[in-house]
T-cell receptor
Framework: GAVVSQHPSRVICKSGTSVKIECRSL??????MFWYRQFPKQSLMLMAT?????????EQGVEKDKFLINHASLTLSTLTVTSAHPEDSSFYIC????????????FGQGTRLTVV | AQRVTQPEKLLSVFKGAPVELKCNYS??????LFWYVQYSRQRLQLLLR??SRESIKGFTADLNKGETSFHLKKPFAQEEDSAMYYC?????????FGTGTSLTVIP
């Protein structure tokens, strides 16, 4: 099946700094990518939907100025957590849908962010 | 608004027993529903989707529009079925996930 690679898998940063997480579709073109956040023992929460070449669509309650999403190409989307705080510590997961109108999502392995 | 509801966070069954993981959805349009599974230390992966009406690893799920449900079933649970299961709804081009059910199959 299609492969989505997420990098880094684990990152620790200081409070106030910014962290960039990359999500790449390795063997297919992804018109649409999704970013999720998973709190411990809770569900995946959709943060935003990113479409190649256009602005991301953020879910209600997600600060778009804090979680910057860029989907500059059909194989790469990035999530930048700006001015990170300890409460941003979480597990972030991206997924990508193959082609336009695709209905199966392929997931990255996730990024564990710890803000100290 | 919660679009996908999985009422059970934890579910334990004995090996060989039937298992049903419940999923209810809320969507006024024509739904596309999926079950995703996450085995320990692995990434999420698609288990099955309602449009294909297939059976994967012995699991089936039937879309019941009247009850707005998409419950996942397997007649005889196996130890390797222990995992986290997520029900997902595709609306337009956005996926929404339920809170997940952690299934433990007791040997």
């Amino acid at each position: 099946g299609a492969v989505v690679s997420q990098h880094p898998s684990r990152v620790i940063c200081k409070s106030g700094t910014s962290v960039k997480i990359e999500c790449r579709s390795l063997d297919f073109q992804a018109t649409t990518m999704f970013w999720y956040r998973q709190f411990p023992k809770q569900s995946l929460m959709l943060m935003a939907t990113s479409n190649e070449g256009s602005k991301a669509t953020y879910e209600q309650g997600v600060e778009k100025d804090k979680f910057l999403i860029n989907h500059a190409s059909l194989t790469l989307s990035t999530l930048t957590v700006t001015s990170a705080h300890p409460e941003d510590s979480s597990f972030y997961i991206c997924s990508a849908v193959q082609g336009a109108g695709g209905t199966e999502a392929f997931f990255g392995q996730g990024t564990r962010l710890t803000v100290v | 608004a919660q679009r996908v509801t999985q009422p059970e966070k934890l579910l334990s069954v004995f090996k060989g027993a039937p298992v049903e993981l419940k999923c209810n959805y809320s969507y006024s349009g024509s739904p596309e529903l999926f079950w995703y599974v996450q085995y320990s230390r692995q990434r999420l992966q698609l288990l099955l989707r309602h449009i294909s009406r297939e059976s994967i690893k012995g699991f089936t799920a039937d879309l019941n529009k009247g009850e707005t449900s998409f419950h996942l079933k397997k007649p005889f649970a196996q130890e390797e079925d222990s995992a986290m299961y997520y029900c997902a709804l595709l609306t337009g081009n956005q996926f929404y996930f339920g809170t997940g059910t952690s299934l433990t199959v007791i040997p």
